[in-house]
Structure formats: C-alpha cells, structure tokens
C-alpha cells in the first residue's frame, strides 16, 4: 500500500522566459513525486519515456519513489514560453509525444491517493480514471490535460467531452485561473470553484498568481504563494495539487492549503521539482503562514 502514487507522462521541457532558455527535466509525475516524498509519503510513479531520458527515473528511485515506466521511441518535449511575469500567461508547442496509458499500465496499484497530471488530452483516459479508483481513495486530476489538444503541433483549450463522466468520480479537481475561466466562463475565482464544484469533484483546486484556493462545498480556503524569487515556473500547478493531496491524507483542507502553498513556494524559487526536505517547509509554514 503506498500513501501516493503520480501518474503521467515525462517531459522534456523548453522553458523560454524574461531570463533565458533553459531545458529542464519536468512532467506533472515528476514534481508530483518529489513533493510527496519531501513530506514523508510512501509514493509511487507511473510514467512513460525513451530510454535516453531514464535519468529522471533512477533520480527520483534514489530519493526512495518506487517507478514503473513504460519505455517509449521518444518523450513527450513541450516548449513553454513566458512573454511576463505572470506564470498563468504562456503558449506550449508540442514537439514529441510519448503516446497514451492504458489500464494495463497502472494495474496493481494500490494508493490512499492518486494524482493524475496529463499534459494534454489522451494521454490519461477514462479507462484508466476507472481502473484507479479505490473505495476511501482520494482521486486527483489536474484539469489541464483534459481541456488541452494538440493541434499542428500547438496547445489550445477544446471543450471536454467526457466532464460529466469525469467530474463525479473526483476527489480533488485541480484547475489553474486560465483554465477555470475557459471551463466556467467565470473570471471570478470563487464564483468559478462553485461552479466546478457543483459538477461532482468533492473539493476544487485553483491556483493563480499570487496563490491557491480551495473549496470543499462548504467553506472556502486560500493561502498565498512566497517565494523569495520567482524562478522555477513550470510544474507550479504540479507541485501544488500533490502537496495539497499529501496533507490531505493527515489534515483538514484549512492546514492542508498552507502546506501546499508554501512548499510551491520553494519550488518556484528553483526550476525543476522541489528537493528540500520536510524540516525546511515546516519551518516555512509556522515562519510565514501561521
């Protein structure tokens, strides 16, 4: 039995800002991963990739995460380009893709929590959402690979043909703002998680620029992010949603968003996925966010 277990594809990230271009190792299962095991979690990963890029297998083995992997002829590579300072504003282009699960893929796993984190639409499916699902388990999904197709080889929002299958089978539904407002048509933050809320999940998750919400049916719960520099922007969302999920297992939402804003808020000060340790977010959160 694992506490957690990630799920997605690997990917090769392009990351074009204000301050340079860099390629980092990325992937939703990735950063997932590495913030459940710098809170203590049994956790495991499911993903697939080329063999040319095991490298971020045998990293997250050596921090204690149990992998299975899926090898591929090439990684799923996505090229993200900030034109601000806003990390809700960006366009990806989709160079390679490492393809679709199936059910066979993530069969045998048993998890007090799963996270799902698609990049884009297909690559995690209903069949596989359905072979997941566990009685008492938390299931989480993060919206955004299920609104995002690939088209001449650019990311756009499609609408979602299968919401009204998904959305009552989850636990946490993770969106960021861009995608609230294309799932809702509601600017408006709170209005949007009621929304969302209404369609199923048991608790709805949105991160924006300056933080994270979440609303749980009855009351609402926000905290900010505070990073002391705003560096690792990719995979924010990411690191959140499996944050919020870790503490979700011990805390009430309430102490479960504190933790969850201020270890991605040690992730953004970094590229790639968190690496400190549990003491350092715990002194964060009684530092900043008590």
Same mark, same amino acid.
């Given at each position: 039995m694992y506490d957690l277990?990630?799920?997605?594809?690997?990917?090769?990230?392009?990351?074009?800002?204000?301050s340079g271009t860099r390629v980092v190792p990325g992937g939703a299962?990735?950063?997932?991963?590495?913030?459940?095991?710098?809170?203590?979690?049994?956790?495991?990963?499911?993903?697939?990739?080329?063999?040319?890029?095991?490298?971020?297998?045998?990293e997250l083995e050596s921090i204690g995460v149990d992998v299975r992997v899926t090898y591929t002829e090439e990684s799923t590579s996505l090229r993200l380009e900030y034109p601000?300072?806003?990390p809700d504003e960006r366009?990806?282009?989709?160079?390679?893709?490492?393809?679709?699960?199936?059910?066979?893929?993530?069969?045998?796993?048993?998890?007090?929590?799963?996270?799902?984190? &698609?990049?884009?639409?297909?690559?995690?499916?209903?069949e596989v959402i359905r072979a997941l699902l566990r009685p008492d388990s938390i299931l989480a999904i993060d919206v955004q690979g299920y609104i995002r197709r690939v088209t001449d080889g650019r990311l756009s929002y499609s609408p979602w043909a299968e919401r009204r299958d998904v959305l009552p089978l989850v636990t946490v539904l993770?969106?960021?703002?861009?995608?609230?407002?294309?799932?809702?048509?509601?600017?408006?933050?709170?209005?949007?998680?009621?929304?969302?809320?209404?369609?199923? &999940?048991?608790?709805?998750?949105?991160t924006h620029r300056e933080g994270v919400l979440v609303f749980d049916g009855t009351r609402e719960y926000a905290a900010p992010f505070l990073p002391a520099a705003l560096v690792?922007?990719?995979?924010?969302?990411?690191?959140?949603?499996a944050s919020y999920v870790s503490r979700r297992?011990?805390?009430? &939402?309430?102490?479960?968003?504190?933790?969850?804003?201020?270890?991605?808020?040690?992730?953004?000060?970094?590229?790639?996925?968190?690496?400190?340790?549990?003491?350092?977010?715990e002194r964060f959160v009684a530092e900043r966010y008590r």
């Open positions: 277990v990630c799920i997605g594809n690997f990917t090769k990230d392009t990351i074009v800002s204000a299962f990735n950063f997932g991963a590495h913030a459940a095991r710098a809170l203590g979690l049994r956790t495991a990963a499911v993903t697939r990739l080329a063999r040319a890029d095991d490298a971020v297998v045998r601000s300072d806003n366009s990806l282009t989709v160079t390679a893709n490492a393809g679709s699960f199936t059910p066979g893929e993530v069969a045998g796993i048993d998890a007090r929590a799963a996270v799902l984190g &698609p990049s884009f639409y297909g690559e995690i499916g209903l993770k969106t960021d703002a861009v995608e609230s407002r294309f799932l809702t048509g509601e600017s408006d933050l709170h209005r949007a998680a009621r929304i969302l809320h209404g369609e199923g &999940p048991r608790e709805v998750l949105i690792g922007r990719s995979g924010r969302g990411d690191t959140c949603l297992l011990v805390d009430p &939402p309430a102490e479960a968003i504190l933790w969850a804003a201020a270890l991605t808020s040690k992730k953004l000060e970094a590229d790639g996925p968190y690496k400190g340790d549990y003491a350092t977010v």
